[in-house]
């Protein structure tokens, strides 16, 4: 018996299999984590850092393969080292985060292709790690969540304001630094966790959608903040009961992001009628 | 003359273009510098330089040593989509405590009484990306003075600015006479010659520096701008003693 046990036994009124209620728990632990990220991360211009830092996945599997670590491991110190990069490409070539973003892309990806192509055992346990599967959570893996969850709160607790400030004026009145490199270590974490969880094409929604759908809505930062939080939260949850409804039963991943989608089109539409929170 | 600031042979290359050569020049304490020069003369490369944002020779030196700068940029280029309020973006570089828990009662306080002190204060609440040049210039403003700067830096304030806001802009610096030692980039002459205690000429290389009455003479400004910013000026009215 687990020390989530008694969790799992909360959520029985709402599903029956466990690997659902696994499902259930780890994603409101991510919605929780991404929201803020992808707050950040669109308040920065950085909502294709995911993508880039996900796509790294199949160097990081190759590199863990062909070296004997744990591919898993591999893939986050591979994803970690990439988001440092891209941040140093940003601060000391003086690109901007874009131009970074798509050269990293392309060199993570020709690097893994090069490495499988050496080595075809690289390609085991690939499409987990393109596709996600948030059904097959195990109880290590909502215990590396939450433990992110409380990284999440440290960094956002201490480091928030002045994040946001770089994204405001990033060559004026913000002091850089460290704070980049910090910010860029932990989106880069956020991101390979998102990318186990729903797949690497999947994960650049879950932090980019609520956190866009927030910015519509909202009349101030403290509004943008909660309301990506909610949406997150709403989405993952939401989009999950959907996708386990008999006539339904679609992928986990697909139907949560077309529900935070299906959310971001609600909030056009009702800006064209109300105003922002 | 108490100096806050020294230049002294302050050079910047980019590449094999030399942006500031030899530069030398002071900043007198307490007074109001102007920085003019032409477009591409090294004005704002001369500011990065003395905020520390730019690597150069030479030597700038404080005086006292680390002094507290307040630095409103010329005509920032920000996402004004972003959902942040005129205090809320006042909050970040006034308070570690996140703004997603809201602000405190302290903290709008103390916005409050800077936002005061700028003209600004119906802004507090209105969204930073829907204000005017001139309202997001006072804004600035407020965010440079509210860590209470020994020297505060302004980077050609007037740029976008609509009239009202220059008029603003212009009582400004009459209430920041003697308050603190304030050290504006600005090709505007007239604004250089009205609010100006210390001008430097700056055309990559020092052209000439003193009080404006001395400065604004045909001759100079020629040197500085080219022979026609010359003509327009005539001889200056009366000589006045150093700050």
């Given amino acids: 018996m687990s020390a989530l046990t008694p969790l799992y036994d909360l959520l029985t009124v709402v599903y029956e299999p466990l690997f659902m209620r696994r499902a259930a728990v780890a994603l409101f632990l991510l919605s929780l984590a991404v929201s803020g990220a992808g707050v950040l991360a669109v308040s920065r211009r950085m909502a294709f850092f995911p993508d880039t830092v996900g796509h790294s996945a199949l160097a990081g599997l190759a590199l863990g393969v062909l070296t004997g670590?744990?591919?898993?491991?591999?893939?986050?110190?591979?994803?970690?080292?990439?988001?440092?990069?891209?941040?140093?490409?940003?601060?000391?070539a003086q690109f901007s985060n874009d131009v970074s973003l798509a050269l990293v892309f392309s060199g993570a990806v020709a690097l893994g292709i090069a490495l499988i192509s050496r080595d075809p055992r690289a390609t085991a346990g690939l499409s987990r790690w393109l596709m996600g599967d948030v059904l097959t959570v195990s109880d290590s893996e909502i215990v590396a969540l939450g433990v992110l969850d409380v990284i999440s709160l440290v960094l956002f607790l201490t480091h928030y304001n002045r994040l946001i400030l770089a994204a405001v004026f990033p060559a004026g009145l913000?002091?850089?630094g460290l704070g980049d490199y910090l910010f860029g270590a932990y989106l880069a974490v956020v991101s390979?966790?998102?990318?186990?969880?729903?797949?690497?094409?999947?994960a650049t929604a879950l932090l980019v959608t609520p956190a866009a759908t927030g910015r519509l809505l909202a009349a101030s930062g403290r509004s943008f903040f909660w309301l990506a939080l909610v949406f997150s939260v709403l989405a993952a949850q939401l989009g999950l009961f959907i996708s386990f409804q008999p006539g339904i039963n679609a992928s986990a991943g697909a139907t949560i992001v077309l529900t935070g989608l299906a959310f971001l089109g609600l909030a056009s539409f009702s800006r064209l009628f109300k105003g922002r929170i | 003359m108490a100096l806050a600031v020294e230049f002294r042979e302050v050079e910047v290359t980019l590449g094999e273009f030399s942006v500031l050569k030899?530069?030398?020049?002071?900043?007198?304490?307490?007074?109001?510098?102007?920085?003019?020069?032409?477009?591409?003369?090294?004005?704002?490369?001369?500011?990065?330089?003395?905020?520390?944002?730019?690597p150069y020779k030479g030597q700038i030196t404080f005086t006292p040593p680390n002094p507290k700068l307040g630095y409103v940029p010329q005509r920032p280029d920000f996402d004004r989509s972003l959902p942040l309020?005129?205090?809320?973006?006042?909050?970040?570089?006034?308070t570690q405590r996140p703004i997603w828990l809201g602000l405190t009662p302290k903290v709008k306080r103390k916005?409050?009484?800077?936002?005061?002190?700028?003209?600004?204060?119906?802004?507090?609440?209105?969204?930073?990306?829907?204000?005017?040049?001139?309202?997001?210039?006072?804004?600035?403003?407020?965010?440079?003075?509210?860590?209470?700067?020994?020297?505060?830096?302004?980077?050609?304030?007037?740029?976008?600015?609509?009239?009202?806001?220059?008029?603003?802009?212009?009582?400004?610096l009459d209430d920041f006479k003697n308050a603190f030692?304030?050290?504006?980039?600005?090709?505007?002459?007239?604004?250089?010659?009205?609010?100006?205690?210390?001008?430097?000429?700056?055309?990559r290389r020092v052209v000439a520096e003193g009080v404006p009455e001395t400065i604004f003479q045909p001759d100079i400004l020629s040197a500085t701008f080219g022979l026609h910013q010359g003509l327009i000026f005539g001889p200056p009215p009366t000589a006045q003693k150093e700050p």
Avoid at chain 2, 191 to 199: L, P
């Fill in chain 2, 22 to 54: 030899s530069v030398t020049a002071k900043v007198p304490l307490g007074r109001q510098t102007i920085v003019i020069g032409p477009n591409g003369g090294g004005k704002s490369t001369l500011i990065h330089c003395l905020l520390g944002h730019l």
């Fill in chain 1, 174 to 176: 913000a002091a850089k």
């Fill in chain 2, 111 to 172: 916005i409050k009484d800077v936002l005061e002190l700028v003209k600004a204060t119906p802004l507090a609440a209105k969204p930073l990306g829907g204000l005017s040049g001139g309202e997001t210039q006072r804004v600035l403003l407020a965010a440079a003075l509210l860590n209470d700067p020994a020297i505060l830096i302004l980077d050609e304030p007037a740029t976008g600015v609509d009239v009202y806001g220059e008029r603003l802009l212009c009582e400004l």
């Fill in chain 1, 69 to 92: 670590l744990d591919p898993q491991v591999a893939v986050v110190f591979f994803g970690l080292g990439l988001g440092l990069f891209i941040v140093f490409l940003s601060r000391k």
């Fill in chain 2, 181 to 203: 030692t304030v050290i504006m980039v600005s090709h505007d002459l007239a604004t250089a010659r009205a609010h100006g205690d210390w001008v430097i000429c700056l055309n």
């Fill in chain 1, 192 to 202: 390979v966790l998102a990318v186990q969880a729903v797949g690497v094409l999947l």
């Fill in chain 2, 85 to 94: 309020t005129a205090q809320e973006f006042l909050a970040l570089s006034l």
